[in-house]
Every structure is written in C-alpha cells, then in structure tokens.
C-alpha cells in the first residue's frame, strides 16, 4: 500500500500521447483516419533512366507507391526488359526503351516526372531535355559533372517553373533527421565539434568507380551535405588527404581512403573518414558534440534488438546492414514521398539549388586539398546563399 498513493488517475482519463520520433506510429495513424484532399490530386506520370545501384532502389519504391503511374523505363541493357517485366508483373501500359529513343519520353507530354539514376555523364542531357519539355526532375546527386553545368540546370529548371531534386537521400533518414532536429533546438548547446563515419560495403565494381565522377563527389557529397544541413552553416576552410590503398582503385586516378576536416564560421569542426571498402558492413555514423552535451547516430541492424549469450562466448548481435539498399531503405522511401509532395501539393523543396551547389563547391576544394596537400579556403561571398542556409 505503500505507493498506492502514486498511481495517479486512470490511463482511460489521459489523453494518450506517443513520441513525435516515432514516425511509423505517424504513418498508421495518417492510414487508418484517412481523410480525401479537399483537391484531389491526379497521380504523377513518371518515366525512370538508369536501374543500376540507385535506380533499382528507385524502381522499387516507384512501382509501389500508389500516386506514380510508371509509363517508361529506360536503360540500355536490353537483355535484361524481359526479366524486369515479369519480376515486376509490370504490363504493356509500362515502355521499355534504350537511351537511343529517349525523345520518345520527352517529347510525351502526358510525363510529368522523370526519375534519373543512371551514370553520372548522363545526367546533364536528361537534366536539360526533361526540363526543356515541362516535366519535373528527381535526379541522383551529381546533377551534372561540372558546378557550371548543375547552376544551369536550376537556371533551367526555374526559368520553366519546373522542380529539380537532388536525392540527398540521407537527410530523410529518420534517425539523422531526429539529429537535427534536436540540434537545432539547443539539445547540444553550441556545437564543437561534428564527426561523420562512411564506410562503403560492399567493395563498388570499377566499372562503376570510373563512370561515378570521382569518390570526393560520388560519395563525400553526403559527408559535406550532411556536416553543413546540421550546422546549418558552410566551411570556409577545407583540408583533406586521401590513398589509393587498393590497386585497381588507383589505376583510374581515384582515392578508397579519406580524410578531412571542414572549419565553419561558428567555429564548429567538423571530422570525417571514408573509406570504399569495409569489410564488416555498411558502416554509417554521425556525432555532434556541443558545450551541453552529445548525440550521436549509431549503425543500425537488421532484428537490431537480437542479441545472444551463449556459453562463454561475449554477448553477440546481428552484423551491421550489409550495403546502402538496406541501410536507407526507409530514407529512400521518404525521399520519394517528399518529392511526390513538393510536385503535387506544392511543399518548399528540401534540397535545393544552393545548397546542391555549395556541397559540389565542398567536393571540389576537398579533392584539391587531397590532390595537392594544401589547405583550400572557401569564399561565399559570390554564391547567392541566403541568411539561413538549412
């Protein structure tokens, strides 16, 4: 009877309420008490280039999102139409073309949206001739290979009063968005110091490597978009050493293992290590560090609450997500949904044109900076970056 006296009243006489992190709680609410738009919303026509690494990822959550009808995919290995039609079930509504004929798709005006994730030397032209026929673009970071390239792209792109993304698909992971969130609400206090893990897994094909357009702006751009999206701030100072520790990495002029440090105005420091190749999983994590305390993202796992205690071996627990399909699996599917928004209903971008930018202007420095040894400063003084950056 002693703590009687603290059960308060009845949980049926308190408005229940849950933790706004727990978005999947969010998600079920939002379908079980579904109310019709007041406008409703056609859903969106959308051709697909490229079903490599990202475009398969891309594919997936196309076919199954009820508010894009799929008309077109284009890639250029025909070999594999027969086996994508019938893994998909996909019927004749949906066209499959090679690049050679890609006019078809711009030139149909019933295509709104054309999803981009085929190499990188390809982007630009998809980029220009999607815009140039009214259609909406989302689009695998780079846009384009050159900074000249990408600024005329959104020049583009604004000029028809048309939406390009750049899929930093990171920034809708739920656990880095939560980071953010807290940051920005003063959890941390003034932030010190930032540190971002990225180890790749596993070990990307050269084919791939040599077509990417270099690891600083392949892979780091989400290392830089990460640090500065944040802070909410851009370096004005970069430094970075990168080698070339495997072979067949080093005879197409490109780097497997990277270092670097970014100085931001606030003072914060951020640290970053990368690396092509880890043999342990897909190792993905993010530190901020502040006068009040620290948060961090850890790796996740698959039946991450699994852990074993078997005889006197230590306590086990399932290997980290093995590759990126896995890992941002989730972060992929809200990507997709944030652009779905922004092209139906109008929602501000998330990603946009300067920030796409400024990360291009980080990879480059960066790459100076490991290719010479030398510290790059950065000047933003010419770069139309608003007050508040993110």
Not at 20 to 35: G, I, W
Not at 80 to 101: H, I, M, P, Q
Not at 174 to 197: C, F, M, N, S, W
Request: proline share 5%; net charge neutral; hydrophobic share 40%.
């Amino acid at each position: 009877m002693a703590t009687k006296k603290f059960a308060g009243p009845s949980p049926y006489a308190v408005n229940a309420t849950y933790p706004e992190v727990d978005f999947r709680h969010t998600e079920y609410l939002n379908n079980v008490n579904t109310k019709q738009s007041s406008a409703s919303v056609a859903p969106v026509t959308a051709a697909i280039f490229g079903l490599g690494r990202a475009g398969s990822i891309h594919l997936s959550s196309i076919i199954r999102n009820p508010r894009v009808v799929l008309k077109y995919i284009v890639d250029d290995r025909q070999e594999r139409f027969v086996n994508l039609k019938t893994y998909w079930k996909l019927g004749d509504e949906v066209t499959f073309l090679t690049s050679a004929n890609a006019e078809r798709v711009y030139k149909d005006k019933s295509v709104n949206a054309v999803f981009i994730g085929s190499p990188t030397y390809t982007h630009h032209n998809i980029v220009v001739n999607s815009i140039a026929n009214n259609k909406d673009v989302f689009c695998e970071k780079p846009i384009a290979e050159t900074i000249q390239e990408t600024r005329k792209c959104y020049d583009a792109a604004k000029a028809k009063g048309r939406v390009l993304f750049a899929a930093f698909n990171r920034r809708f992971d739920p656990a880095y968005k939560a980071l953010k969130e807290r940051v920005r609400q003063g959890d941390v206090g003034h932030v010190q110091i930032l540190k971002v893990t990225a180890r790749d897994s596993p070990l990307p094909s050269i084919d791939y490597l040599a077509s990417s357009g270099g690891v600083f702006h392949d892979c780091l751009v989400h290392d830089f978009d990460m640090s500065c999206w944040v802070l909410g701030e851009l370096p004005i100072r970069v430094q970075a050493t990168a080698s070339a520790l495997i072979p067949e990495i080093k005879a197409i002029d490109d780097f497997d293992t990277i270092a670097f440090l970014l100085t931001f105005p606030s003072g914060a420091v951020a640290i970053g290590d990368n690396s092509r190749f880890s043999a342990y999983g897909y190792d993905q994590r993010l530190e901020v560090f502040g006068n009040k305390g620290m948060i961090k993202v850890e790796n996740e796992r698959p039946a991450h609450c699994f852990e074993s205690y078997i005889g006197h071996d230590s306590v086990k627990q399932n290997p980290i997500y093995y590759s990126f399909p896995s890992r941002y699996k989730i972060a992929y599917q809200r990507e997709l949904e944030h652009f779905l928004d922004v092209v139906q209903y109008g929602v501000p971008l998330d990603v946009t044109s300067w920030q796409t930018l400024a990360v291009s202007k980080i990879a480059t420095a960066a790459e100076e900076s490991a290719r010479t040894g030398n510290t790059v400063k950065l000047d933003w003084s010419n770069d139309d970056i608003p007050v508040i950056y993110s």
